[in-house]
């Protein structure tokens, strides 16, 4: 009897095992697919927002263009000796023979080309003093701005002026040098004008005069020549494009922008040359922003409204290295600087509609705030409002992030 109840007992116990751990494994597999299910959070990178300087630029190619540049032509007709300058041989003012016109025999001037050919001479001579006018303004310009130089100088050395208004004095003397440079050569100009304009009266003056002597033209400017359109001996027309010279020290950038990108430049704005072929960028500013436009067809076949803007070199090449004529850069030009601005990464924004949005980290959630956006460039954006200093913001968000998801931040997970 015993041994049965024994039996009985251990089949009880047996049994209610069974029943416990059949109990224990709903349990364990309930609570497998509940965490399984358990929402996740997701890792994600913030930053802080702080205030700081920004700066909006344009990016554009461009190439350098020297300014002054004169169409060399004969003031008669006749036959051209044969060109022994090629394009890159230097000339100089007053000295280098560019070319050699042999005159046709003289020939009658009825009254309306002899009155024609004084009235050129006069304007040449009328366009002479305004340049010899020119001259002396841009000197007394340079004048004034050598005496402000020089007690700015003064000042600098005891630090009572910033290194901005130092730029400025220093960029305006150099600028101004040009200028004058520039007016001398103009008044060069002019008087080559009125030797051509009297070399026409003297080379047709009266029927029946001998043929005059060979017509030699000299360079009017210091330089170089840029191309040669003529070489060989034949016979020419008065007007007749023979060569073009320049001078390179006065050069100047030319940059194709996009009408909208060209609205937000003034000139004076900064600029910075890369990639023109030295180790180091070189400063500039605008000068010119033309006011009409041309349509120009990109490289991938889409029409684009282009705008041509011109900009000065403000410092010196390093020792050693040139720009000529259309020699390639790249010009960064300045349209927005702030100084003080609270700045958000635009790898934090995105768009929904009309509205820049951004997610906010507050106690481990990703918060969906509006932001209004101003100037921004290619990294960071001028916060308007919607967000405050300190605020730490999502950067690059998942498309899966929701707003009050839990989040979990990237350094904490390594």
Not at 27 to 53: C, L, Y
Not at 97 to 121: G, K, T, Y
Not at 166 to 189: H, I, P, Q, T
């Amino acid at each position: 009897m015993a041994s049965n109840s024994n039996a009985k007992m251990s089949r009880k116990i047996g049994g209610l095992l069974r029943k416990v751990f059949v109990y224990l494994l709903v349990v364990v597999v309930v609570a497998a697919i509940a965490v399984g299910f358990w929402p996740q959070p997701t890792i994600v990178e913030v930053v802080e927002i702080s205030r700081g300087g920004l700066v909006v630029s344009v990016l554009e190619e461009g190439q350098t263009r020297i300014r002054e540049r004169y169409m060399i032509s004969p003031p008669i007709g006749g036959e051209l000796r044969r060109v022994t300058l090629r394009e890159g041989d230097p000339v100089v003012a007053g000295e280098t023979v560019l070319a050699v016109i042999d005159a046709e025999p003289p020939a009658f001037l009825d009254p309306r080309q002899r009155a024609e050919a004084r009235a050129r001479l006069a304007a040449s001579e009328a366009n002479r003093t305004r340049w010899e006018s020119e001259v002396a303004r841009a000197n007394a310009a340079l004048e004034l701005a050598e005496k402000k130089f020089a007690r700015i100088r003064d000042l600098r050395e005891g630090d009572a002026i910033s290194d901005q208004e130092w730029d400025v004095a220093e960029s305006e003397v150099r600028v101004l040098n040009r200028a004058r440079g520039a007016a001398e050569a103009s008044l060069n100009v002019a008087e080559y004008e009125i030797n051509q304009a009297k070399a026409a009266l003297m080379e047709a003056s009266e029927f029946g005069e001998p043929a005059a002597e060979p017509l030699e033209i000299r360079s009017p400017i210091d330089g170089f020549v840029l191309a040669v359109y003529e070489e060989n001996s034949r016979v020419l027309m008065a007007g007749t494009a023979i060569m073009e010279v320049g001078d390179p020290r006065s050069i100047e950038a030319e940059i194709e922008l996009l009408s909208s990108d060209a609205v937000g430049v003034s000139p004076g704005a900064e600029v910075t040359f890369e990639r023109w072929g030295g180790d180091s960028d070189l400063k500039g500013k605008v000068t010119v922003v033309e006011r009409s436009g041309f349509t120009k067809v990109s490289a991938l076949g889409v029409e684009e409204q282009r705008v041509i803007v011109r900009a000065d070199f403000t410092e010196e090449l390093p020792d050693g290295l040139e720009l000529g004529d259309r020699f390639r850069v790249e010009a960064r030009i300045v349209t927005w600087r702030g100084d003080d601005v609270l700045l958000v990464p635009t790898g934090a924004l995105f768009r929904r509609g009309n509205d820049w949005m951004c997610f906010v980290f507050e106690e481990g959630m990703a918060k969906l705030r509006t932001v209004e956006v101003g100037h921004n460039n290619a990294s960071m954006a001028e916060v308007l409002s919607g967000l405050a200093e300190s605020d730490r913001v999502v950067l690059h968000p998942p498309d899966t992030l929701t707003d009050g998801a839990i989040v979990s931040l990237l350094e904490e997970e390594h």
